[in-house]
Structures are given as C-alpha cells and as structure tokens.
Nanobody
Framework: QVQLVESGGGSVQAGGSLRLSCVAS????????VGWFRQAPGKEREGVAA????????DYANSVKGRFTVSQDNAKNTVYLQMNNLKPEDTGMYYC?????????????????WGQGTQVTVSS
C-alpha cells in the first residue's frame, strides 16, 4: 500500500523560508511524477510544483517560479519542496501526491495517491 507523509509546515513571516518533506513508502513503480499542491480556505486545490522522479525534470506554477524548488533524495524515498521568500498568499494546506506512470503533470486528476497535508501559514 502506497503511503505519503508530509512534514515541515509551520508559521513564518513574509520573506521567510520553509522546507517541506514528502516521505513515500510502498512504491514499486519507477515511472512516476510527484507533485506538490496547496489549498487555501475557500479555494480550489492548485498545483505548485512537480517532479519527474526518473528524469529529474521539474515544473512550477507561475506564482512560485524562482522561489520554490522541488528535489528528491532517492536513498530516503523523499521529495522536498524548498520554499523561499514566502508571501502571505502562499498560506494553505500543502499536499504531496503521486501520479503513477506520468512523466510530469500538475493535473489533479492524474494523481492517484495523496498525503494528509501539512499547514503553511505566512504572516505579513
């Protein structure tokens, strides 16, 4: 059974940084995309970043380009989201998810497994 567990959320002031982690277990698939999503209260869940775990390619939402970086540590089965220069509009619940068989996508319907989320709050 595939499990994803996020951690690293917290409360920071604008301009601060956080690093989120997503630890995966139960995988047997080599071709997969890991995505980071966020959802603010009253808003739809949106894609933030995606990683092609086999080729190392990445994709980002325009709102976070240049500030967020997604990376992986295969030895630890972990994908990270480094978030710098955080803004109040980055506030929300952050989720990692896996799209089995996909190279690079941020379309919600492509993702099969989801973590429970970790809260990020950025104050001005």
């Amino acid at each position: 059974q595939v499990q994803l567990v996020e951690s690293g959320g917290g409360s920071v002031q604008a301009g601060g940084s956080l690093r989120l982690s997503c630890v995966a277990s139960g995988y047997i698939y080599t071709r997969k995309c890991v995505g980071w999503f966020r959802q603010a209260p009253g808003k739809e869940r949106e894609g933030v970043a995606a990683l092609d775990t086999l080729g190392g390619n990445t994709d980002y939402a325009n709102s976070v380009k240049g500030r967020f970086t997604v990376s992986q540590d295969n030895a630890k089965n972990t994908v990270y989201l480094q978030m710098n220069n955080l803004k109040p509009e980055d506030t929300g619940m952050y989720y990692c998810a896996t799209a089995i068989g996909y190279v690079l996508t941020m379309r919600l319907s492509d993702f099969h497994y989801w973590g429970q989320g970790t809260q990020v709050t950025v104050s001005s």
